[in-house]
């Protein structure tokens, strides 16, 4: 009775123990896995409005970094002015981990979503710490640049429009 019962367990697991067997033999050499994305810093410009109590508008300049196929790390320096009675100059620091949902360029926009902190300052005013949650894409572009979108929120709502060069693989 046990000599029965341990074939057809046999016969059960040969076939998952085939399919192990290729995926161990056929994983070193899928094309994914020995993908890098290049290059590894990518610039990045920026000009933004942004609402909160107040409008500011304003430029930003910073790069991007892959911290494997799927995430991006993302500091960027803003300098913008307040558009209020008394108008201010600030300057704001962000560092933005992005997941992007189309690393291989495989599609004409590549959406992400990310989250971050963020640090302002304005001359008279203390300065203030942020958390940030945003939301973006890149556009279709040219063969040499890449234009960009970006909704944020973290000190109130920020909108981007953005432009990169194109990295010769990888988003």
Do not use: C, H
């Not at 085939?18 to 899928?30: E, F, H, K, W, Y």
């Not at 290049?38 to 892959?66: C, I, K, L, M, Y």
């Not at 894409?137 to 429009?161: F, H, K, N, Q, Y």
Request: aromatic share 8%; charged share 20%; glycine share 10%.
């Amino acid at each position: 009775m046990a000599s029965a019962s341990r074939a057809r367990l046999f016969r059960r697991a040969l076939p998952v123990a085939r399919t192990a067997l290729l995926a161990i033999l056929v994983a070193p050499s899928a094309g994914a896995q020995s993908f890098r994305i290049q290059p590894r810093v990518q610039p990045e410009f920026q000009a933004f409005a942004s609402g909160a109590d107040t409008w500011s508008a304003g430029a930003g300049v910073g790069f991007n970094v892959p911290a494997g196929n799927y995430l991006r790390i993302a500091p960027m320096l803003y300098a913008g002015r307040r558009l209020r009675d008394l108008p201010q100059d600030f300057v704001r620091i962000e560092i933005v981990n992005r997941f992007t949902l189309d690393p291989f360029r495989q599609a004409r926009w590549g959406p992400w979503v990310g989250a971050g902190l963020a640090a302002e300052w304005e001359r008279d005013v203390p300065g203030r710490a942020l958390v940030m949650l945003a939301l973006g894409t890149d556009l279709p572009g040219t063969s040499r640049w890449r234009p960009s979108v970006e909704v944020a929120i973290g000190g109130g709502m920020r909108v981007s429009l953005g432009l990169k060069p194109v990295r010769s693989t990888g988003r």
